[in-house]
């Protein structure tokens, strides 16, 4: 019975210390990151916002400038068409811009947060912003984002240079006059080769009534009484 209250203070005390744990876990196997921090404070994050905002400056500025061709001339209806045609294009296009540029980075975020974690052997790593309360020895934030500013990410549109244009607003093809003109081109053809002859049989007679004006002009002339 002595025995038996001696060993549970020490128990105790080895379970406070981590002593009588394994070195597995003895140690910290989890750790957090900010993620937000990691894509925004990053240098890759800063690069990624200013190619974002070059993208929407160049679409603000060809904008303006057919905004202004509608405003010099209000009733030129092509122009104003083109405007709303840009303006909903160049929209869509930002969006596919902002979500290329997004995975693009977060996929590098997140591939350099899972060599970290496999270099210093935790366990796992965890969204700060989806853990209700930590000790901030376990945040190593800083630590990862040292490593993301290393990294080299090239950001390249994805877009055309020119606005599409909506298929709503787009004229509709017609099928049925295009396979039309396809079978009629050949007959078109044969006829353009047979109308040839009886057009250079024309060309020779050309000549000869190019001669034949002078001489009608010339008794007209002569029989005209002069002044």
Do not use: W
Request: charged fraction near 30%; aromatic fraction near 4%.
């Amino acid at each position: 019975m002595v025995k038996r209250f001696v060993l549970l203070p020490l128990l105790a005390l080895c379970l406070m210390l981590g002593a009588c744990l394994p070195d597995s876990q003895s140690k910290d196997d989890i750790a957090v990151v900010d993620l937000g921090r990691l894509v925004r404070d990053s240098e890759p994050g800063k690069q990624a916002q200013t190619f974002l905002e070059n993208i929407q400056e160049d679409f603000n500025n060809r904008l303006l400038a057919q905004q202004k061709k509608v405003q010099d001339n209000p009733d030129d209806k092509k122009a104003m068409q083109e405007l709303e045609t840009m303006y909903v294009s160049m929209q869509q296009r930002m969006q596919t811009e902002e979500q290329n540029v997004s995975n693009n980075l977060l996929e590098h975020v997140l591939q350099t947060v899972k060599t970290f974690r496999e270099e210093k052997k935790f366990k796992a790593i965890l969204r700060s912003e989806a853990v209700v309360d930590y000790d901030d020895v376990l945040d190593v934030t800083g630590l990862v984002l040292d490593e993301i500013n290393k990294l080299t990410i090239e950001f390249k549109p994805v877009t055309s240079d020119q606005p599409t244009i909506p298929a709503t607003m787009a004229p509709a093809a017609d099928d049925t006059d295009d396979a039309a003109a396809a079978e009629a081109a050949p007959d078109n053809a044969d006829s353009a080769a047979e109308a040839a002859p009886e057009d250079a049989d024309g060309a020779d007679e050309a000549p000869a009534a190019a001669k034949a004006a002078p001489e009608a002009a010339a008794p007209a002339a002569a029989e005209k009484p002069a002044k």
